[in-house]
């Protein structure tokens, strides 16, 4: 222990550090790593900007003011967390969305727009349960957001919208 404490001493005070910009290192870091492991600065977007601007259509006015005909009870919320988090198909919400709804899921790098950032309260705010209802069912066009219309019920559609209301601050 007191070698590797000799040595940690020694390589901070005796041997010269030479000071670089941000910029500097972030070019010599992206030189070393393969693309592979390259930091996905689209993910920082998706989580960091609210709220995200969109061109998403609007649901026909039949759907855009609906509101969620089930009560959000525990076991709706539950439900709904399932859902988003393993059950839907064709892929599990989280999955390009995050486990935390902040747009940061494992396949969102590379997706143009990003996915929404579920905890951005504005962004929440000025969505009506319909326009979610309208988006989780037939898809968003220009996004990768599928339709579920052939896979989820619409009380299953309803559940998730209870459980992603919670992810908005």
């Known amino acids: 222990m007191k070698l590797f404490l000799l040595i940690f001493v020694v390589s901070v005070f005796v041997f010269p550090v030479k000071s670089i910009s941000a910029g500097q290192q972030s070019g010599s870091l ?3 790593l393969s693309p592979k ?3 996905p600065t689209t ?5 960091g900007i609210c709220p995200q ?7 026909p006015s039949r759907y855009a003011l609906k509101q969620n005909p089930l009560f959000a009870t525990t076991k709706n ?3 709904g967390k399932s859902l988003y988090q393993m059950e839907a198909k064709p892929t599990a919400c989280k999955m390009c969305h995050g486990i935390r709804g902040n747009g940061n899921g494992r396949l969102a790098r590379g997706l143009e727009p990003a996915p929404r950032n579920f905890t951005c ?3 929440m705010k000025s969505l009506s349960d319909g326009q979610l209802f309208w988006v989780i069912k ?3 066009k220009g ?6 219309k052939f896979t989820l019920s619409d009380k299953d559609i309803w559940q998730v919208i209870h459980y992603l209301k919670r992810f908005a601050r």
């Open 77 to 79: 919320i539950e439900r």
């Open 53 to 59: 601007s969109r061109k998403t259509d609007k649901a």
């Open 30 to 32: 992206t030189r070393h």
């Open 138 to 140: 037939n898809g968003s």
């Open 37 to 39: 492991y390259e930091y």
């Open 43 to 47: 993910l920082i977007v998706a989580s």
């Open 121 to 123: 309260g504005d962004t």
């Open 143 to 148: 996004t990768a957001m599928p339709a579920h």
